[in-house]
C-alpha cells in the first residue's frame, strides 16, 4: 500500500458516517511511526483515539478503549456502517468473520485464515503469543486491538504502563499507549481537520520545512512529554534546531512573558521539546 492510498485510511473506514459512539472514557494513543495513522480524534488532534497501522503485509487498528473491539464481535445496529468499512479496508472481503483472541493462550489455537483478530488487551498475552502476532501481521494478517491504559493501571496499583503487555505490543507496530483520557463527545464526530497531521513522523518532518507551524508544534510538544527521548526514527537535530532559532519573543523569562497569543501557543510547543529532550536549550541559556 503507498503513502497516497494509507493517507486515505480514515476517510475509508468513516465513508458515510460523520461519528462513532464513544465508549466509557476513552484513552489517547500517540501515532509515531510513518506506517501509522491517525484516524479519529477527540477534542484536539493530541486526542487520538483511533489509529491504522500497515506492518508488513499486514494491517491494524488500535482503539483507545477495550470496548470498542466488541463493536466488532456484538453485530450492534448502531456501528454496523463503520464495522463494514473497517472489514473492507482490513481484508476486503465483505464476508471475513472476526475472530475474538481474548481467551486463546496460543496463535497455534487461533483458525486464522482469511479472518480478522480482534483482541481487547486487557486479555493478557505472553511475550511469544504477542511475537506471533506480529509474526501474522507481518504475513498479511488483519488485527482489531483496543485497551483503556488509565483503567488498566487503576486496577493495577503499583504497576507502570511499561507492565502492561499491551502496550509493548503496541510500541513494536508504532503506538505509543499513554495514560491520559479523551474528555470527548459522544457521539465523537470524525474531523477530518484533526487527523491530518498524521503521525509524530511526518509533524518532525514537516517542523523541518516550517518551524513555525503552531499546530505542529503543540502536537510535537504535547507528544515529547509522552515520549521523552525515544522517539523513533526522529533526528533530535532536527527539534534541537528548531529551539535554537527560535526568537526572543517566543523564549518566556521571568521579566519578559510571551503576551502574543500566537506566540503562546508556539512558546508551548517549544516547552514540550525543551522538557521532553533533555540537554537541548533556548537561545539565551
Not at 488498566?152 to 507496530?173: A, M
Not at 497569543?261 to 529532550?277: N, Y
Request: with cysteine; proline share 5%.
Amino acid at each position: 500500500m503507498g503513502d497516497a492510498d494509507f493517507d486515505q485510511v480514515p476517510h475509508i473506514l468513516f465513508n458515510g458516517i460523520s461519528n462513532l459512539r464513544r465508549r466509557g472514557c476513552p484513552g489517547t494513543l500517540i501515532p509515531l511511526t510513518h506506517n501509522t495513522r491517525a484516524v479519529l480524534c477527540g477534542n484536539d488532534s493530541n486526542e487520538v483515539i483511533a489509529v491504522a497501522i500497515r506492518f508488513g503485509d499486514g494491517k491494524c487498528l488500535v482503539f483507545a478503549h477495550c470496548d470498542y473491539p466488541y463493536i466488532f464481535l456484538n453485530g450492534e445496529v448502531d456501528d454496523q456502517n463503520f464495522v463494514k468499512n473497517c472489514r473492507q479496508w482490513l481484508i476486503q472481503d465483505e464476508n471475513a468473520q472476526f475472530v475474538s483472541i481474548n481467551d486463546a493462550s496460543s496463535m497455534n489455537d487461533v483458525q486464522y485464515y482469511g479472518k480478522i483478530l480482534v483482541w481487547d488487551g486487557h486479555c493478557i498475552k505472553d511475550e511469544t503469543f504477542m511475537n506471533d502476532l506480529c509474526v501474522y501481521l507481518q504475513q498479511g494478517g488483519a488485527l482489531i486491538c483496543g485497551s483503556v491504559a488509565w483503567g488498566w493501571l487503576q486496577v493495577n496499583k503499583g504497576k507502570f504502563l511499561s507492565d502492561f503487555p499491551f502496550t509493548r505490543f503496541c510500541d513494536y507496530i508504532g503506538v505509543k499507549v499513554t495514560d491520559n483520557y479523551s474528555n470527548c463527545p459522544d457521539p465523537i464526530p470524525f474531523r477530518s481537520e484533526l487527523i491530518e497531521f498524521k503521525n509524530i513522523y511526518h509533524v518532525v518532518q514537516e517542523l523541518a520545512n516550517d518551524p513555525n507551524n503552531i499546530k505542529n508544534l503543540t502536537i510535537i510538544g504535547s507528544a515529547l512529554k509522552e515520549l521523552g527521548d525515544t522517539l523513533p526514527g526522529v533526528v533530535a537535530e532536527t527539534l534541537q534546531n528548531i529551539v535554537l532559532n527560535a526568537g526572543n519573543e517566543l523564549v518566556p523569562a521571568r521579566s519578559c512573558p510571551v503576551l502574543d497569543k500566537s506566540c503562546r501557543e508556539q512558546s508551548t510547543g517549544l516547552c514540550g521539546i525543551l522538557c521532553g529532550l533533555p540537554g537541548i536549550k533556548a537561545c539565551g541559556e
